[in-house]
């Protein structure tokens, strides 16, 4: 258990370090939404991703809570992934109708997440 606090404070100071969001806001990100579907590690990291677009406080914990109340954080990613055309209609029609708070949302949590990606790699 002690280990797993650890862990989760070292992440919380790597994203404050990389993304635009402090330690409270993560802090209390993390007490508003769980319990919730997804991990700890899940809500730091959307939270940054988040806070890189100017979702922050309580318009990014609400977007959180909704988002992993309906899907997993993979799910919202690859709802993301699509960028033009019929594909974009479809998902941005499939986001309104599950409620969630604002599909930019889901776009910043996705790009975030390509990013990180496309740099791991490098």
């Not at 790597?14 to 209390?28: A, F, G, K």
């Not at 604002?102 to 997440?113: C, D, L, N, W, Y």
Request: proline share 1%; net charge negative; with cysteine.
């Amino acid at each position: 258990m002690e280990n797993q606090k650890s862990e989760i404070y070292k992440l919380i100071l790597r994203t404050c370090e990389s993304h635009n969001i402090n330690t409270e806001q993560i802090v209390t990100g993390l007490a508003q939404v769980t319990p919730c579907s997804w991990s700890d590690a899940d809500v730091v990291e959307a939270l940054g991703y988040l806070g890189d677009f100017g979702i922050n406080q309580t318009l990014a914990y609400d977007v959180v809570a909704s988002l992993s109340d309906r899907m997993t954080l993979s799910e919202v990613v690859e709802l993301g992934r699509y960028d033009s055309g019929d594909e974009y209609k479809n998902v941005m029609n499939a986001v309104n109708k599950a409620g969630l708070q604002s599909a930019r949302s889901v776009f910043a949590i996705s790009e975030g997440k390509r990013y990180a990606e496309l740099k791991d790699r490098e």
